[in-house]
């Protein structure tokens, strides 16, 4: 079974930068969609950016676009969200996720917490 371990979030000021990583316990990461989820306090969990198995295809939602990038190292099964001009309603509990022989995201990490202070 495959494990995703994330990293990288934080307390952050209102402008600032993050990067999370997610790392794959899998040298088949390279055959996974890959993605970024985020859920803030009594909201539902959103899709911020996903990435196809070679990196050809990004996609954002539009709250997004413009200030995060999403990347993949297969050769370090890792996948990355740089996160920059950081808002307030950036505040979530940050999840990687990846879509495993399936085209929908069966395989979650354990989430990271990124605060954006103002």
């Known amino acids: 079974q495959v494990q995703l371990v994330e990293s990288g979030g934080g307390l952050v000021q209102v402008g600032g930068s993050l990067r999370l990583s997610c790392a794959a316990s899998?040298?088949?990461?390279?055959?996974?969609?890959m993605a970024w989820f985020r859920q803030a306090p009594g909201k539902e969990r959103e899709l911020v950016a996903s990435?196809?198995?070679?990196?050809?295809?990004?996609d954002y939602a539009d709250s997004v676009k413009g200030r995060f990038t999403i990347s993949r190292d297969n050769a370090k099964n890792t996948v990355y969200l740089q996160m920059n001009s950081l808002k307030p309603e950036d505040t979530a509990v940050y999840y990687c996720?990846?879509?495993?022989?399936?085209?929908?995201?069966?395989?979650w990490g354990q989430g990271t917490q990124v605060t954006v202070s103002s």
């Open positions: 996720a990846a879509a495993i022989s399936t085209s929908t995201y069966n395989t």
């Open positions: 899998k040298r088949t990461f390279s055959t996974y969609v």
């Open positions: 990435i196809s198995w070679l990196g050809g295809n990004r």
